[in-house]
């Protein structure tokens, strides 16, 4: 029986090992381990038809038929770079569309994982805050986009691993998507899943400070942050919701994460942008910032700054520095001690690099009317970009 849009069974893509435990027991009546035999099947061999779960029964296979469907995202459109990078377009629903995209590197494969179709965030450099926000993805949208990538590369967890590492770090506000990202992420780091180590899994957020303490009490997975900036009048220029939730208490959210998940690091998103906060009194600023972040959680190494030169896109107002300006970027932070890696863009040739994971995505918010209206005035200041 194939998936309809109004389909009142269960996709069993949504349910994490407790929650597939639970329906089999409870709704199904049938034995918690049956639930496990499922879970091997969809995620460790990509079988989604009952009929070829061949260790259940004639009458299980039926009724899981009956009550419940295994319904990965549809794929509208698959594009390899010739850098290896992919990317997927997935289909949500009728209207709404989310990219995905797999990045290889010689020891490792990254999956860039979308949470939200748009995000209501604002960012000003961010190619997907032009879009505004449109939903929420499901928990079983959020871990199909790691299904359809493992299917296509033929990825078998505790075999031939292809996909090493996730990251929640593609349109949306993870954190404002709470539950069905934890979901997905107990799936992700589960052994019936796609048994990733639980530092392999990359959460990050633009600083929702009540749920990074929220994520700290539910899951153990490693924290990255947006900060783009090193005060409060710039941050809250690229990155709004510093107004609520200024950089003070967002580092004291990260010094708590940190003390509750022994987690050695917190990654620090900083997308440079040509004369906006690439200049060296910016970098000095950062590590000051920065080396008072390590100093009170007494440990030097507790801060690792990702560098992004920012991915101009059509219609901004920022433009991406020179080598020599990101090279005296990353010198300063190095100099004062503070780990900084310059992330190199990738897939450049098929719109897969920060900040252009919209992509191809449609837009139908009202922002998005008032973001293209604009582009016909000249505009002045700054942006921000995708993580
Ligand atoms: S940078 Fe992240 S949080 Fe900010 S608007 Fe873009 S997707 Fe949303």
Known sequence: ??????????????????????????????????????????YHRHVT???DMTDLGKALRAKLAERTHVTPPNVLHDKPSADGTHKWLLGMDARNAIETVYIPEKNRGTLCVSSQVGCGLNCSFCYTATQGFNRNLSAAEVIGQVW???????????????????????????LLNFDNVVTAMNIMRDDLGYGLANKRVTLSTSGVVPMIDRLSEACDVSLAVSLHAPDDALRTELVPINK????????????????????????????????????????????KLLRGFTN???DANAAKVN?????????????????????????????????????????????????????QVADRTRRQAQFLASLAKPREGVAHAVV
């Open 49 to 51: 038809d009952f009929e």
């Open 307 to 359: 560098l992004i030169p920012f991915n101009p896109f059509h219609g901004t107002r920022y433009a991406r520095p020179t080598e020599a300006e990101i090279r005296t970027f990353q010198e300063i932070l190095q100099k004062g001690d503070i780990l900084a890696m310059v992330r190199r863009t990738r897939g450049d040739d098929i719109d897969a690099a920060c900040g252009q994971l919209k992509g």
């Open 1 to 42: 029986m194939n998936a309809t849009a109004a389909d009142a069974r269960t996709n069993l893509f949504g349910l994490d090992r407790v929650g597939l435990e639970r329906f089999f027991v409870e709704e199904l009546d049938e034995k918690r381990f049956r639930a496990h035999q499922v879970m091997k099947w969809m």
């Open 244 to 287: 609520k939730y200024p950089i003070a208490e967002l580092l004291a959210s990260c010094e708590r994460y940190l003390a509750r998940r022994k987690r050695s690091s917190v990654t620090f998103e900083y997308t440079l942008m040509q004369g906006v906060n690439d200049r060296p009194e910016h970098a000095r600023a950062l590590v």
């Open 296 to 298: 009170r959680v007494q």
């Open 148 to 174: 359809v990538a493992g299917r296509h590369l033929g990825n078998v967890p505790h075999g031939n691993r292809r996909l090493t590492n996730v990251v929640m770090m593609g349109m949306g506000e993870p």
